[in-house]
């Protein structure tokens, strides 16, 4: 029974190129989210999504990130025209629909980006 | 907006000890979920203990057990018999049931066991 995963675990851009994550949540799960953690912070909530539906995304910069889940295949995070800041963790997590929903969430083993 | 505290940034402690690790949240919701989720070096989020706020009783799991103060607005968790496998980042972490169940995580506590 596979986990959360995501991909690339590390992943190397330079300042001004474009990174995308990719995350496959567990079976069956239907909602999905995007933390980022910075070096010596907690998570940080991004967006929360179901399949072609973005539910909240009050955590997302307003310029240069996005987020999808489309109806067929992983959600993915889009960052464009990347800046050293943006080096950090990014988690993905998910969660069963409604009523299977126990309030828990399953992490990936998070995604490291680094910018030059 | 929902806030969560933990103090105390870092702790050791010898293998088999029991440890407390505090945590406070601030919130005017009356019914959410609280969670302490550990990240060993492996970076990983593993959920250690949850608890729902409506219940009374204190969560247990095996060697976790967490001190749940509702009106105080406290959540600590307690580590009985400390195993080195138990060093990690552990991060309390807020949910408002409902909405859109995003976590509200605090700064994290780095804690060493030591043999």
């Given at each position: ?33 995007w ?11 991004m967006v ?29 995070l ?14 993905c ?24 | ?115």
């Open positions: 029974n596979a986990g959360v995963m995501q991909n690339p675990r590390h992943l190397v851009r330079r300042r001004g190129q474009e990174a995308r994550l990719r995350c496959s949540p567990m079976k069956g799960h239907s909602h999905v989210y933390y980022r953690q910075l070096p010596e912070e907690g998570l940080k909530f929360y999504l179901q399949k072609e539906n973005i539910i909240d995304e009050s955590g997302m910069p307003k310029e240069r990130f996005s987020a999808e889940f489309p109806k067929e295949g992983p959600s993915i889009r960052i464009q025209q990347v800046v050293r800041g943006d080096s950090a963790a990014y988690f997590a998910s969660s069963p629909p409604g009523f299977l929903n126990t309030g828990e969430l399953f992490f990936g083993e998070g995604s490291r980006l680094t910018v030059l | 907006a929902q806030t969560v505290t933990q103090s105390q940034p870092e702790m050791s402690v010898q293998e088999a000890e029991t440890v407390t690790l505090s945590c406070t949240y601030d919130t005017s919701e009356n019914n959410y979920y609280l969670f302490w989720y550990k990240q060993p070096p492996s970076r990983q989020m593993i959920l250690v203990i949850r608890q729902e706020a409506y219940k009374q009783q204190n969560a247990t799991e095996n060697r976790f057990s967490v001190n749940f103060q509702k009106a105080a607005k406290s959540f600590s968790l307690k580590i009985s018999d400390s195993q080195l496998g138990d060093t990690a980042m552990y991060f309390c972490a807020f949910m408002k049931q409902g909405g859109s169940e995003k976590l509200v995580f605090g700064k994290g506590m780095k804690l060493t066991v030591n043999p």
